[in-house]
């Protein structure tokens, strides 16, 4: 038979491997916990910070991403200026380098539709096209521009008490100038459509102006489709 101390040694081996694996089980759910509590805290966090992000675009003006947008292409604008002084490059001959056929169609189709023309709606209106587009061709001539100014003196910006009212001569450019532009003018009326003439011979169907364009009209769209019908009406044999 054993003896007891070989017995209390057994035992204590055996309880030795059993404390071991419990520390370790404990160890890891320790280790579990503080990762579960640090991993709770950091999304503490970004919900705090993502809540006050929040309210600060809340509380931003509606159209502040536009405005942001604008901003940061300024200052890349103000950049690439900078760039091209330094280099001694011009900025707008650089620009229109980066520039795609498809940009400039889509620019082009947009001024387009900003001023479109709307055809004849009034004299008035005719009027202010003709100043804006003759005043779009006005290219100033410097030179003749000093000239002038060197000749008429302190005449050149006339008061009350200047004779020099009435004393300019055009040059004969001008004048031909004027004379090219008013053949244009003469020829693009030419192609305006005119008000038909009346014709007295024609057989009257309307009983007015109104009735009339309506008749038009209608014999323009359905006048192949009703001449038999309207044949037969004129000679009553229409059943």
Not at 141 to 149: G, S
Not at 184 to 207: F, G, H, L, M, V
């Amino acid at each position: 038979m054993a003896s007891c101390s070989e017995q209390g040694s057994a035992a204590t081996a055996e309880e030795e491997p059993t404390e071991t694996v419990t520390s370790q089980k404990r160890e890891a759910r320790l280790r579990k916990f503080r990762e579960l509590h640090f991993k709770r805290n950091e999304a503490r966090k970004l919900n705090h910070q993502e809540v006050v992000e929040e309210d600060k675009r809340l509380k931003l003006p509606s159209n502040w991403e536009a405005k942001k947008a604008r901003l940061e292409w300024e200052l890349a604008e103000d950049d690439k200026k900078k760039e091209c002084a330094a280099r001694g490059e011009d900025y707008n001959r650089v620009k229109l380098l980066d520039i795609t056929a498809d940009d400039a169609e889509r620019w082009e189709r947009k001024k387009k539709k900003k001023n479109p023309d709307t055809g004849f709606a009034g004299y008035a209106e005719a009027q202010f096209r003709q100043y804006q587009r003759l005043t779009k061709q006005i290219r100033p001539d410097m030179e003749n521009y000093e000239k002038q100014k060197e000749e008429s003196g302190e005449d050149f910006h006339p008061t009350s008490n200047s004779l020099i009212y009435g004393t300019h001569v055009p040059t004969k450019d001008g004048i031909d100038r004027m004379v090219e532009d008013v053949e244009k003018q003469i020829e693009k009326r030419s192609k305006y459509s005119r008000r038909r003439a009346y014709n007295d011979d024609a057989d009257i169907d309307y009983i007015n102006e109104r009735n009339a364009k309506f008749n038009k009209k209608a014999e323009r769209f359905y006048g192949k489709y009703t001449a038999e019908i309207k044949q037969n009406l004129e000679r009553g044999t229409a059943v």
